[in-house]
């Protein structure tokens, strides 16, 4: 295979992205850039989790503790050290990694059901560590003063500056996640995600090739984390740590497809697309709840592939382009 | 027939959609307005040149009508929504330019959840034109909503956002209505001080944001006021077992207990302290001994006190304000509660009254400002010193904690037996509002 066409399936999840950042810009709407960076933080944390969830098979229902703990730690240096915005963002990103590390080493020696109770367990253990941590502010969390915003330009323009980083954040996730794929590397953890036993037998470490890849999920969910803190402007535990946003994450991506770039992509734009449409609508708007159940429900009933899934089943010549 | 069965399902599930899509709202307690009013910038052409000019201000704000604040929420848009019909059916506000003003609203649900809160408010300013803000219910929401707010530059009045450290921003645009989290055990503690200055007090509260911060806020009031306090202890929310709690409770010597969370954790403790009998003199809870379902608790309730931001039986009055020398502005507590038991059926909560409070003040700063400009509303709002139904209302307009109210007060209940043996909720403090002595100490069955 010709390098170029090595990288064709880069192509659609880029002008995706693309679309969605330029939606805000071209039509100059701050309402509309709201929802796209909602949609967009969607992307780059179900994108992330991919690597795990995707390439290697094992589900976690933890995943939005690194988004929490980087976040929280972003925040602190952020609020209380008068670290930039960039800096923040790079200590939450390497600390959720080296959580991710440390985590990885204990519970991927783990399988199946047991590895998706234990991420269960780690969400739940990391909102009581922030609860009783004094240095995040406990139960109380930690509450940005607006003099913050004063050195990118007040609010206005520092809530505007958050929407470029996450575009930035989103293109970072979905290229990792396309390198990743791509490689040896990526190739190894498909490997253990068929076969983990196989996988081994081949050559593949798959303690090692699994504690990198969490790793790999985990550094951009951090430095988003740290980004919407920092726009929202407070943290506490039960915002940090929502293990129902975990679930969210796990349905964007089976929802677009594991194990595909442009799944989890179209995924999220999907739910979160559905999810602000319908909040928003004046006919929907009071049973957003229930319409966005049923709409899930027919969609895992009718095509549990995901919907790059059931495209590369029907169009076999689109395999090519929807990597 | 696999085929069948599911063509057959979906067929149900989307019909069923369909119908209470179109069928009543699924919120039975939310009248819609009276009356509404198409929004209209320009003076009506086909009037004669004399009538005065409509305006229309729209107030945009989120609700919860779904997920952990759903209750609270609901109640306090319910209050906001008489306010408006009140205020709508009476013709409006006139200004001095002859400038008839009169109120719409738009609203979507938060979902209890920040993560949509500031997309939501964006899109109340920019797309719904809100010229007037209302909170979310919570401090949490309504920190999320704030950055807006300030970005903006619209006034934002809080209601349901207690804790203080949400107007220690820096911020220039909130403005609110309850109590703050740091005094909301002061009036238990000034009354402590009356009845019992060798109390010693334990603090035992859910380990949330709200909880712990009014007991960050009172410890030092304590400590002020000479109380020594033998236990501190955060349990985790969702704590149903309170029996290691209640032997350390025991063990501390305490005579009085200050803490609580919320309702489940507040009844199950109320509850275990009712068995255990460790002799406890008072029991004061947060939240919980607010709601109405609370006596069903029987026995256990007796006794146990709270606060409250508003009740009926301590409603403020327009004496109280003569006395005091502060304008008095808005209906009676007891007209309030009359047209919203007439609205919707059951008696007023303090969320009911907050929702309801928000709107009047605004009213009022649309008077005093005379204007429906932004800044001139914020300015009148930073001057205000009022008195309405609801309690005294004056902002802190300090750099440091703008927005505080620092005039209104909060009321203790407590929940006693009446001549016929039923568990009713009565004042005990302030004194000057109190209907009933405290039951200090609590008798033991």
Redesign the interface.
């Known amino acids: 295979m010709k390098s170029w066409q090595k990288h064709l399936g880069l192509v659609l999840p880029l002008l995706v992205v693309a679309g969605v950042v330029l939606w805000p810009i071209i039509t100059d709407n701050v309402s509309a850039r709201e929802s796209a960076f909602t949609i967009l933080k969607a992307i780059a944390l179900a994108s992330s989790l991919n690597i795990l969830l995707g390439y290697t098979g094992y589900v976690s229902f933890g995943h939005i503790v690194f988004y929490g703990f980087g976040g929280y730690v972003g925040l602190y240096f952020v609020n209380d050290h008068g670290w930039s915005i960039w800096a923040g963002m790079l200590a939450g990103g390497i600390a959720s990694g080296i959580l991710a590390f440390l985590l990885g080493k204990a519970i991927l020696r783990l399988r199946g059901a047991y590895f998706a109770l234990a991420t269960i367990g780690i969400n739940e253990a990391m909102k009581a560590f922030a609860n009783n941590f004094d240095l995040f502010g406990g139960p109380i969390g930690m509450v940005l003063n607006f003099s913050v915003y004063k050195a990118y330009g007040g609010a206005a323009e520092a809530l505007k500056m958050t929407f470029y980083i996450m575009a930035g954040l989103t293109f970072a996730a979905l290229l990792i996640s396309h390198f990743v794929r791509s490689s040896k590397f990526g190739l190894g953890l498909l490997a253990i995600r068929e076969n983990e036993d196989a996988a081994e037998v081949m050559g593949v470490i798959a303690p090692n090739a699994k504690t990198w890849a969490y790793v790999l999920s985990a550094i951009i969910p951090g430095m988003v984390g740290v980004l919407f803190f920092f726009k929202n402007g407070h943290v506490e535990p039960p915002v940090a740590f929502p293990l129902h946003s975990s679930i969210e994450l796990l349905v964007m991506v089976m929802l677009g497809g594991q194990g595909t770039v442009l799944g989890p992509i179209l995924g999220a734009f999907a739910y979160q697309g559905m999810r602000g449409y319908l909040v928003t609508s004046d006919f929907f708007k009071d049973i957003q709840l229930s319409v966005s159940g049923v709409v899930l429900l027919l969609i895992v009933l009718f095509i549990p592939a995901g919907a790059i899934g059931w495209l590369r089943h029907r169009i076999p010549v689109l395999r090519r382009v929807l990597a | 027939m696999k085929k069948v069965l ?1 063509v057959l399902f ?1 067929l149900l ?2 019909s069923s ?1 369909l119908l ?2 179109c069928g009543p ?3 039975p307690t939310t009248a819609p307005p009276a009356e509404t009013q198409e929004p209209s910038e320009e003076p009506v052409a086909t009037q004669p040149p004399a009538a005065p000019e409509e305006k229309t201000v729209v107030i945009g704000f989120t609700s919860s ?2 997920g952990s604040q759903e209750v609270s929420s609901k109640r306090q848009v319910n209050g906001f929504l008489l306010w408006m019909n009140q205020v709508n059916e009476a013709g409006g506000i006139t200004l001095s330019d002859g400038t008839v003003v009169k109120f719409d609203y738009k609203t ?2 938060d ?1 209890s ?8 408010y ?2 109340l300013i ?2 719904d034109n809100a010229d007037f803000l209302i909170s979310p219910y919570s401090s ?1 929401l309504t ?2 909503a ?3 707010a ?3 530059g619209k006034v934002l009045i809080t209601t349901g956002a207690a ?1 203080d ?2 107007y ?4 220039t645009s909130l403005f609110q209505l309850y109590t703050p989290g740091s005094l909301y055990m002061s009036s238990t503690v000034d009354m402590l001080q009356q009845l019992d200055p060798e109390a010693k007090v334990a603090l035992v509260y859910e ?3 709200f ?3 009014v007991v ?1 806020g009172i410890k030092p009031y304590l400590a002020d006021k000479g109380f020594e306090v033998t236990l501190e202890e ?1 349990y ?2 969702g704590t149903t077992d309170f029996g290691p709690i209640v032997n350390k409770l025991a063990a501390s010597g305490a005579t009085v207990l200050l803490g609580g969370g919320h309702y489940e954790d507040g009844t199950a403790l109320a509850r275990t302290l009712y068995e255990r009998q460790i002799g406890l003199k008072f029991v004061y809870l947060l939240v919980a001994p607010a709601d109405t379902k609370f006596p069903e608790l029987g026995d256990a309730a007796l006794g146990i006190a709270t606060s409250s931001q508003w009740e009926l039986k301590a409603t403020h009055t327009e004496e109280e304000a003569a006395n005091l020398g502060i304008e008095w502005f808005g209906p009676t507590g007891e007209d309030f509660a009359a047209a919203y038991q007439a609205a919707y059926g059951d008696p007023p909560t303090y969320h009911v009254a907050g929702g309801y409070a928000a709107g009047l003040v605004l009213q009022k700063a649309i008077l005093d400002a005379d204007s429906v400009d932004p800044e001139a509303v914020k300015a009148a709002l930073n001057a205000m010193n009022l008195m309405t139904f609801y309690g005294g209302i004056q902002f802190d307009t300090s750099e440091a904690a703008h927005g505080l109210q620092i005039a209104h007060k909060m009321v203790v209940a407590q929940w006693q037996k009446n001549d016929a043996g039923e568990l009713v909720r009565v004042i005990i403090a302030p004194a000057d509002v109190a209907t009933n002595d405290p039951l200090y100490p609590v008798p033991t069955p």
Request: proline letters at 0%; aromatic letters at 4%.
């Open positions: 599911f979906t599930i989307v959609m209470s899509a709202s699924a919120e009508l779904t979507y649900d979902e959840n920040g993560e949509r809160v500031q997309e939501l964006t899109r920019s797309e949490g920190s999320a704030s950055i807006v300030e970005q903006n804790d450290a949400t220690k921003t820096g911020n380990s949330d944001k909880s712990t911060s960050e955060g985790a929310s």
